[in-house]
């Protein structure tokens, strides 16, 4: 499904703030695999995610969605394969635009844009029936500015936009960091449920070490631009913080020092 | 009297630079790039169809070729901003230097005369009322066609690619090519404004558009301020963007009528839109500032009475 073989970056070479974000990575993950991604600060997690999502080309390296090498496709065309939720609410919706003509530009993703009608009649209430199941409310706003919408309506709006057209791979970065406990928890709930519904292949990153336990079929572990830590099945089933923490030490040997993963 | 005769005339030449403002609200509101390609290529438009008009070719033809010249313009300021990094606003004004050389060649000389009496123009400041029927036909014309443009699925991808570039590219929006086609159609109806222009005053003159970009942005801040707050939406926007545009050129008029020296016109109405543009930022600073410090006494008080009790 996709595979990263080797990956190398390094932001601002030959400078003092020279960064080795990306340190041979190599993941392959499977038809169906939902996977949590979880590390400390500069771990390279979000530049993993945006090697993948075509953010910037690496120095070295391989990348493949479904047997295709996407490596050098320029960001608009992968966003074909991909749906993408971002850390900030802001980023992933025109907040200028009406909710129902951010959903007609995410459900035309990887077609060419034509000159006609934007948004059918029969297509906008489509949208309804979709909003509807997010079950907050959005199914009678959709003329609303989504600028208008609290970061946790904007988070669940910029999933379905993500989702809207199947992709491949749905790439979720840190997505609940910036909400309140209690939007994160629904917000991740609408996650799931989508997830399981469309057999999503999904790499999420989060801060949560109990997020990550608790969601998905695969937990992966980052460290200076590298997996250290990856357990599937059964194992992750059965793993605490606690030995996750053991985990990283014995990997990496270091503590683990982001108090933010370990508390949230 | 002598403001109430000069009212149609105004109201003309208002209309005028109210679809050069339209084209302006396209690179300014809708891409969000503050685009100084207009200052050439409306003096472009106003060239082309001097120059065309005077061999003979068709009104019409010469008001075609006059909104493609501009459409080109636009490209040269696009790739500029796109293929070669160059930022938006230093972009626009390479083309517009550009455009002087260019207008200059095209026109062959500093100004060229198209006397309503010699060629078949479709408006001109001798039949003032023909003049804005003529040009409101033109800013409907252009409205309507926009509207429609911006509801079709490349329409909704150049409005997003203006409002949020990061989620555009995530939805496989070429914001690149989005940012070239918008500056294109923008620079096209600038350049038709031009081209209108050019015969309403009887000629084409080399210095025409400078500082029309100030006199757009005045209208499009007038116009959206009151729009905006009737019912914002892009139709009634553009209409607000019409009407602030009259209304800028009949405050002008009266200003000019009350005896103001008009060497220091261009000077008022770059501070008018100094003016409009800070308003926004003075007013949330200035009314932050202030609740930060009633926030700060409410608290102090609140401590005091909790130390009394």
């Known amino acids: ?264 | 009297m002598g403001f109430i005769n000069a009212i149609p005339g105004a109201m003309a030449q208002g209309l005028i630079w109210r679809l050069f403002a339209i084209g302006l609200y396209i690179s300014y509101k809708i891409l969000d790039i503050a685009d100084l390609t207009v200052d050439g290529s409306i003096c472009t438009g106003a060239c082309v169809l001097a120059v065309l008009l005077s061999s003979g070719v068709n009104v019409y033809l010469c008001l075609i070729a006059a909104f493609i010249a501009g459409a080109l313009a636009g490209v040269v300021t696009g790739l500029f901003h796109t293929a070669m990094g160059i930022p938006a606003i230093l972009a626009g004004i390479l083309t517009q230097l550009i455009l002087w050389s260019l207008n200059l060649k095209i026109l062959g000389k500093a100004n060229l005369a198209i006397s309503a009496r010699k060629y078949s123009v479709l408006l001109s400041s001798m039949d003032n009322w023909k003049a804005i029927v003529v040009s409101a036909i033109f800013c409907i014309l252009v409205i309507v066609g926009l509207y429609l443009f911006f509801y079709t699925e490349v329409g909704f991808s150049i409005k997003a690619t203006g409002d949020n570039e990061h989620m555009s590219r995530a939805q496989g929006v070429n914001v690149d090519l989005n940012k070239v086609i918008g500056l294109a159609i923008s620079n096209g109806i600038v350049a038709l404004a031009g081209a209108l222009l050019a015969q309403y005053q009887g000629f084409a003159d080399i210095n025409m558009g400078r500082g029309a970009i100030v006199i757009g942005l005045a209208a499009i801040i007038i116009g959206l301020s009151v729009s905006m707050k009737i019912m914002p939406n892009f139709v009634v926007s553009l209409i607000g963007v019409v009407c602030g545009g009259i209304a800028y050129y009949l405050v002008y008029t009266f200003v000019i009528f009350l005896g103001l020296d008009t060497d220091l016109l261009k000077m008022l109405s770059a501070l008018v839109v100094a003016i409009f543009l800070a308003v926004p930022y003075l007013k949330t600073r200035y009314f932050k500032k202030q609740r930060i410090y009633e926030d700060a006494l409410t608290e102090a008080e609140e401590k005091e009475e909790t130390n009394n009790a």
């Open chain 1, 1 to 264: 499904m996709l595979k990263i073989t080797n990956l190398h970056k390094t932001f601002n070479p030959g400078t003092v703030n020279a960064k080795h974000a990306l340190n041979g990575l190599n993941l392959e993950l499977r038809e169906g695999d939902f996977v949590t991604v979880i590390g400390g600060n500069g771990a390279g997690k979000s530049t993993m995610l945006n090697a993948i999502a075509g953010v910037f080309s690496p120095d070295y390296g391989k990348i493949e969605i479904d047997g295709v090498d996407v490596t050098n496709i320029p960001e608009y065309k992968r966003a074909a394969y991909l749906g993408r939720v971002f850390q900030d609410p802001m980023k992933g919706t025109a907040a200028d635009m009406e909710i129902a003509e951010n959903l007609s530009i995410a459900a035309r993703r990887g077609t060419k844009r034509r000159l006609v009608w934007g948004l059918p009649r029969k297509e906008r209430e489509s949208y309804k029936a979709l909003l509807a199941e997010l079950d907050l409310g959005l199914e009678n706003r959709l003329s609303s500015k989504v600028g208008l919408l609290s970061g946790g309506q904007r988070q669940a709006v910029t999933l379905l936009m993500a989702t809207i057209k199947e992709p491949k791979l749905l790439l979720l970065d840190e997505h609940t960091a910036a909400l309140d406990p209690k939007t994160a928890a629904k917000v991740l709930q609408i996650t799931e449920k989508i997830v399981k519904e469309h057999n999503l292949t999904t790499v999420m990153i989060t801060h949560n070490m109990r997020d990550a336990i608790r969601y998905g079929n695969r937990l992966i572990m980052m460290h200076e631009g590298r997996i250290i830590v990856d357990v599937s099945g059964e194992e992750k089933e059965k793993l605490t913080v606690e030995q996750l923490l053991g985990l990283f030490s014995k990997a990496s040997g270091d503590e683990f020092s982001s108090d933010r993963a370990i508390l949230g």
